[in-house]
């Protein structure tokens, strides 16, 4: 079955990233999951997702600290922050590294819809 | 011929925690599969494709004239089957994860097992098998039995939603919409009935079996047509039944059993209703 193209979601709850994965392969995409920032990171990697969702807060490596390494390596990445509370002084310089958005937790089914029709829309 | 299997099955959430896991351990995931992954993919996919099969048949699928093959493949089929024991040492086969089951016995010529895929089997394969669209066609006409109410309809569904008939690939990735509490979702319809249909997949554990779970898998199905990726953001309430009552409009049958799941949701819902408006604590 043909599929609109691969998504990487990074997040410690498995709850959390068993739902949006859920969503995001219903919405079409072929979704890798990673537990954490280095797992993200050996995850793009392997699979050079056209999309990823991190998690803000994460072990071993927080999800702004995986972007910064992850933006290094592949300028082109494009990342969408989840959080669930925001912290605005390190958003705004991911921001400025071209990090996509940031949603808060919980975000709806439509929200991530929309995210991803808008940033990784049908080929 | 296909026969329905009435001993115990597990439950849905076994699947997509335990067996699914497994299933991907031992016999591969889409990508990445080891040499023995790869014979078991292969049988699977035969019973997929053919049917309830015995090894012998499997094995000329692949080797219509060499007898000698044949009779190689056959025996390579049975181990990857049945398991085997060696030096005391037992290793298991597919049967042992319920992805395959022995349909039938077959007394033609040399008599044995028919082997044909479970409905987990079906979903398994789906989730880890490049199906193109006529081969999950094949599969849901090799398997109309064990999923009467999707794979007996799916003529119907197909003329009447088109290639969406092929999200019941997506059940194989155990979508199951579970954790859905943590989520928010505009689509209060397909919130409560998929809510539902956890509480009720999850209850009765123990009678489960293939009637019980082919019963389930058709719930999800057709409540996901009330959830379709592919509708129109911002729709009406009423158009996002649009899909659903097109189906079930053309088949009274469908229209009985999918309205009685209906009720059912609504007399769970109202005595939940009842107890929370029954609290005085204030």
Wanted: contains cysteine; aromatic residues 12%; hydrophobic residues 35%.
């Amino acid at each position: 079955m043909s599929k609109k193209g691969t998504i990487l979601v990074a997040d410690d709850d498995e709850a959390v990233l068993d739902t949006t994965c859920t969503f995001l392969e219903f919405f079409g995409y072929n979704v890798v999951q990673a537990k954490d920032g280095r797992d993200a990171i050996s995850k793009y990697r392997e699979n050079k997702p056209g999309l990823v969702f991190l998690d803000v807060k994460m072990p071993k490596m927080s999800g702004y600290q995986t972007f910064f390494e992850l933006e290094e390596e592949f300028p082109e990445a494009k990342v969408i922050f989840i959080t669930a509370h925001a912290d605005f002084s390190k958003w705004k310089k991911a921001k400025s590294k071209h990090a996509l958005e940031l949603i808060e937790k919980p975000y709806s089914a439509e929200k991530l819809r929309e995210l991803t029709e808008k940033f990784y829309p049908k080929k | 011929m296909v026969i329905l299997n009435m001993g115990k099955s597990q439950s849905m959430l076994s699947y997509k925690y335990y067996i699914r896991p497994q299933a991907h351990h031992l016999y591969g995931k889409f990508t990445s599969k080891s040499k023995h992954q790869e014979n078991v993919q292969r049988s699977l996919r035969i019973l997929a494709l053919e049917g309830p099969m015995t090894t012998w048949e499997m094995a000329k699928v692949r080797f219509v004239t060499n007898n000698d093959k044949v009779r190689t493949k056959e025996k390579e089929y049975r181990r990857l089957l049945v398991g085997r024991t060696d030096r005391g040492v037992r290793s298991n086969g597919i049967l042992d994860l319920n992805l395959v089951l022995v349909d039938s016995k077959t007394t033609k010529r040399n008599p044995g097992n028919k082997y044909r895929l479970s409905l987990y089997g079906i979903l398994y394969c789906l989730d880890v098998m490049d199906f193109n669209e006529k081969e999950i066609d094949r599969i849901a006409k090799n398997y109309e039995v064990i999923l009467p109410l999707v794979f007996g309809n799916w003529g119907l569904l197909k003329s009447t939603i088109g290639e969406h008939v092929y999200n019941i690939s997506l059940l194989g990735k155990g979508l199951l919409f579970d954790n859905l509490h943590i989520i928010k979702i505009e689509n209060i319809e397909f919130y409560e009935l998929i809510s539902y249909f956890n509480i009720k997949s999850n209850a009765r554990t123990e009678s489960f079996n293939e009637e019980k779970i082919g019963e389930l898998i058709s719930l999800w199905f057709f409540i996901t047509l009330l959830y379709f990726p592919n509708l129109k953001r911002k729709m009406k309430n009423k158009d996002t039944q649009k899909y659903l009552r097109k189906v079930l409009k053309k088949n009274g049958e469908l229209n009985e059993w999918f309205s009685s799941f209906i009720k059912e949701a609504k007399t769970f819902y109202k005595q939940r209703s009842k107890i929370v408006n029954e609290i005085s604590i204030v």
